[in-house]
């Protein structure tokens, strides 16, 4: 079975650009989560979804990021404008549901210059 | 939400078993213990799960004292391809939010 796919893995852009990430969760899996990663703040949730509706959004940094999940098989992360300090690796995850582990995909690498 | 507390990093060597405990001091009653590995550019696996006493899978052994407060992630013979960075999340699993904190650097030396 196909895990969690992301794209891009790399994106180098720069400052004030919109940024858009993608992920295709593991069909079947009804949670989806977004996390950023940096060695400063670690692992952090930003924001997940149940059944394609957002439920926890509180870890989302500031009102330039959003995400949608338009299906069970798609999810966007976008950052508009992008700043130097939103560079981070961006992981995606998905669960069947509650208590289920989760399994990430490997993640996109951003730099914003 | 609870919060976990693991060492931030540790030590050993080829052949060895390799034990990093976790404090579950908040845990809630219907939340799972669930163990993650992560290596360098790759996001982090799932190695185990369990509720309270013992759970073994073909990776690890997963510890789990009656009063939940804890948990031991065990690693048999560990080898230089278990250097990875452990985790042991808190956080609310029943609602879906957990939260990684700065995990255990594990580091296996020849």
């Known amino acids: 079975d196909a895990g969690v796919i992301q794209s891009p893995r790399h994106e180098v852009t720069e400052m004030g650009q919109e940024v858009t990430l993608r992920c295709k969760p593991i069909?079947?899996?009804?949670?989806l989560f977004w996390y950023r990663q940096t060695m400063m703040r670690g692992l952090e949730l930003l924001i997940y979804?149940?059944?394609?509706?957002?439920?926890?959004d509180s870890g989302m940094p500031e009102d330039r990021f959003s995400a949608k999940m338009p299906n069970a098989s798609f999810s966007t992360l976008k950052i508009q404008p992008s700043e130097p300090r939103d560079s981070a690796v961006y992981f995606c995850?998905?669960?069947?549901?509650?208590?289920?582990?989760?399994?990430f995909g490997d993640g996109t690498r951003l730099s914003i210059l | 939400l609870a919060k976990t507390t693991q060492p931030i990093s540790m030590d050993s060597y080829e052949g060895q078993e390799v034990n990093i405990t976790c404090s579950h001091n908040?845990?809630?009653?219907?939340?799972?213990i669930t163990w993650y590995q992560q290596f360098p550019s790759q996001g982090p696996r799932f190695i185990i799960q369990?509720?309270?006493t013992k759970v073994t899978n073909e990776v690890a052994s997963l510890f789990i004292p009656a009063d939940r407060k804890s948990s031991t992630l065990s690693l048999p013979r560990v080898s230089l391809s278990d250097t990875a960075v452990y985790y042991c999340?808190?956080?609310?699993?029943?609602?879906?939010?957990?939260?990684f904190g700065s995990g255990t650097r594990l580091s296996i030396r020849p």
């Open positions: 069909s079947g899996h009804n949670s």
């Open positions: 908040n845990i809630a009653t219907n939340d799972y």
């Open positions: 979804f149940n059944n394609n509706v957002p439920i926890d």
């Open positions: 999340p808190g956080g609310n699993s029943s609602a879906s939010k957990i939260i």
């Open positions: 369990g509720y309270k």
């Open positions: 995850a998905s669960s069947k549901t509650g208590n289920q582990p989760q399994h």
